[in-house]
């Protein structure tokens, strides 16, 4: 969520205060004061938000545990997560996560918006819509140990496996090498289904109508509605989808630390679970602060051209 | 946003990143510069007085284990002075900010703190030192103290910097119920009797071990398994950062095979891997599986659970009448440097070795030995199965050998090294080669080769 905060608020900070300073037009002292205005929570923000990321990219040039005196190393622990091929199977396993996490609930989100946009009013769309959204009111640590359960030896997922007769797939899934990954995906997409859901039908319910009506009288079939009214003018709800469930994937932590820990073997290690046992359980601070860096790098170059292509101006 | 405000935006971002960097670059010393020394008065006078002014000693420590607290309840009611203020965390999150707490203002009296090798060498903890000789703890027998022993390169010699409340041993614990129904009557007395008598319970389709391994519990057997197969004294030297200690060994690949041998022939539960230490103890207590490897924590526990149902028995060796090579360690409690109580905190521990109640409240809410000095009787524990525990404890004291736990042998082997690799082992992902020259390696990694 830091990324987030740091992809939407550094560029203001720095036009706020960078076009301040040179320009003494008129109106230069009222942008002053202006500043005025925005200096606490510019004080907040800078303490809370840029001192930890500033120190974070000055621990990462170290090898510190914590308390002792740290040593200069450069670059080395960036060039640990670059080569190591341990740490950079856990950068892939975030970005598998990002088919859980965005792929399959935009595109389902996409689905069932379009599918309930056509309904009418009334408790049938509105019990939906709230069993959608559910899963985004449950904290991700209550989600995470629901899970654990469903997914257990003798969990609802085995039991319905068994009442249609699959025994012969029932298994432990987190506990597995092969299913464990795609098991903790799947709580992903599971709670961020409900929040593109509600975004997209917010944004469905946005498009003029006369569109809509317009297709139809050129006799347009629903799959081309869907295509080229729908989606099109859903663009930007679909950025923020993207963007949200992205930086979710990229940066989990929640769900991974409850249900496996990145268990079994490193199978569903991530970023974020890893920058944390490195903090926290090796004490290797530098290496945890450049993992950190190199996550919220990552974050950005998936971000920013998601930003682009989705908040273009319609013309 | 339109398409200027676009590229702008990428503009401003590599503004802003250049404005950090520029920060960074203008930033102070190198971190922990000012932290350390953390103001432990060399030339202090220890006191082993107990004062007779009121004093409110403050501890820190784990979770669900209260017997640091009981022990406090007695000492109050003996030394009426002295109160006590008792925080507690849940063990990880006891482990992971213990550092931090010690270092801060008001550092606690009294912590219980399983890593106490970092934290000594950061000058966070009391040289205990004066206080051995002052109240003459060489009359305890010197293994109990040795793992709580540091040094400039190695543990197990040099300053010591804890002291046990309990010293736990582990071996493994069995159903007695289910034995019986098959037809095995005592505790197995080699490693062989052991294999047959898992092949005996597999055959009758019940589970033979129930481990958890979720966080790699799977160190337990495997590490009972190794302990009789190798010299201990290596085993110490790896856990005890010895230089030149190594883990990629035959004796300790031979362990790692015989796990696999297991896991194959369906000695594990199938799901152990994401099996965890509470419902491990669940469903054994519930009547599952033949075995468990775990320690004597669980005695009085377990003895309440299954009744008669269950006996404990030190890891057998390869021969019948081996001495006993089993794994355990003190239940380790420190006192930080920057405590402001030191000789309050030292009293309590020297009290709770020496004095018979405490002793007691030791033996009946841990399970484990109370340690102190040989000559002492150790109290008569409440319920049969803490008494074959603590049985078990002496015997290893008198004739064998007690061994740290190798998952303790740095701070971040357990979870970064020894987990992904047990359970990489128990799916047939890895070779017992491959597994002890990756947690080598990892080790290497921590303390140098």
Known sequence: MTSSAVVASVPSLVDGAGAAAPRRRPGGRRRWGQLVWVAPALAVYAFFVLRPLITSVQYSLYEWNGIGVATFVGGDNYAKVLTDPDQLGIIGNAIVLVLFFTVIPVALGLLAAALMHGLPRGSFTTVSRSVLFIPQVIPLVAAGIVWDWVYSTNGIANQMLSAVGLDGIARPWLADFDTALPAVGLIGSWVQLGLCTLLLLTGIAKIDPSLYEAARLDGASGLQVFRHVTVPGLRREIGVCVTVTMIAALASFDIVYITTQGGPGNQTMVPGVEIYRLAFSEREVGQASAMAVVLMVLVLVAILPVQRLTQRSDQ | MNTRTGRSLITRAAVGASVLSLAVLTACSAPGADNTSAGQDEDREISTELTSEDVELDFYIETGFPIAQELADEFTEQHPNITFNIRSDQF???????????????????????????????????????????????????????????????RGTGSLYGMGIGYSVTGVYWNKAIAAQLGITEAPATIEELEADMATAKAAGQQPIMQFNDIGGIAFPFQALYNQLADPTDIADWTFQQPGATIDNPEATEAMATIQEWADAGYFPSDANSLDYTTMMGRFSGGEGLFMFNGDWESANLSESMGDDVGFFLMPGTEEGAAPVAMGAPNTYTIPAKAEHPDEAAYFLNWLHTDETAREIIVNSSGANPGGPSDLEIPEAANPLTQQTLAAGQTVGADGTLVDFVANATAGIYAGSIRPELQSLIDDRTTPEDAVAAIQAAYEDEVGP
Request: proline fraction near 8%.
């Open chain 2, 92 to 154: 990880a999150v006891l482990t992971e900010n213990a550092s931090r707490v010690m270092a801060s203002d008001d550092a606690p009296d009294l912590i219980r703190l399983p890593q106490l090798v970092d934290p000594a060498r950061d000058g966070l903890l009391l040289d205990f030192d004066p206080y051995f000789d002052a109240y003459g703890w060489d009359a305890f027998p010197e293994s109990q103290l040795q793992q709580m022993r540091i040094s400039d390169d190695a």
